[in-house]
Structures are given as structure tokens and as C-alpha cells.
């Protein structure tokens, strides 16, 4: 799992929500840092929990870039994580390329229902950890896939 917010505050609380439910973490401190660790074949994110608002590439500048690179055999699922949900919503984070929307403060059981409708629990805690794995879009089954 990859965690992109300017925070260092968010970041941490956020990663120690997906590690609590058995997820290894990553963290990005921007967009471009984002893109760059999304951009890794070699090592896919199963998700990326993307801020709304950085400074620089926010989150909606970062999945767009991440969208126009992706290609038909990889899709990221890309959970909007919003700071201030009176001035974004649900409906622009996905006419945006999102997959899905979380208001802060977030509670774990939101943050599970969302990783759920992306992400299917594997068997087993070792499978959840494989960083080769990544979701279909629309929630799909696991899938290993081959670095390129």
C-alpha cells in the first residue's frame, strides 16, 4: 500500500491504520514522490490512498499523470484521502480518475470497508504482504503479475 499526503501527521496515521489491518506501507511526502514510487513495476501497490490537497502535484494533478501512463493490464485503485470535505466530494475525486473517497479524520472500519471494495482478502497473511500482487479495477481478484 502506498499513502501520499504532505503530512507527516496524516502519513503516519494512515499507515499505522493499514498495517494494523496486516497491509506493509510505504509513504510519499508529495505527488511527484507518489508518482515516482507508483511508477515501480517491479514492485505494484495493491492501492494508493492519495490526498486531495498537496502542495505542488496535488491529488487530483497526481492521479491524472498516474492515469495517462497506466495501461490496459494495470490499473492502481486510487482511494481519495480529503482533508476538507467541504470543498471537495465524493463525485469530483471520482469524474477525477479515483476509485473511491475518504473523509479525515478516518476510523478504521471506513478505512476497511473501502480496501475491501478494492482489494478482496487474500487466504493468508503472507499472500496480503506480497508486493507482486495488485487488484483488478472494479474490485477483481488478486492477480500476480510479472515485472516488466
Known sequence: MLVVDASRRTRDRVASA??????????????????????RWERPYAAALIACDMPLLDGFATVAALRRREHARRH????????????????????AGMDDYLAMPLDDASLRVALRAWIPAPADQTARNNANLIARPGGGALTKVAAT
Not at 496486516?22 to 511527484?32: I, K, L, N, Q, W
Not at 492502481?76 to 469524474?95: E, F, Q, V, W, Y
Open 18 to 39: 493499514l498495517e494494523r489491518s496486516g497491509f506493509r506501507v510505504e509513504t510519499a511526502a508529495s505527488g511527484r514522490e507518489g508518482l515516482v514510487a507508483l511508477a
Open 76 to 95: 492502481t485503485p486510487i482511494i481519495a484521502i480529503d482533508g476538507d470535505p467541504a470543498r471537495h466530494d465524493r463525485s469530483k475525486c471520482l469524474a
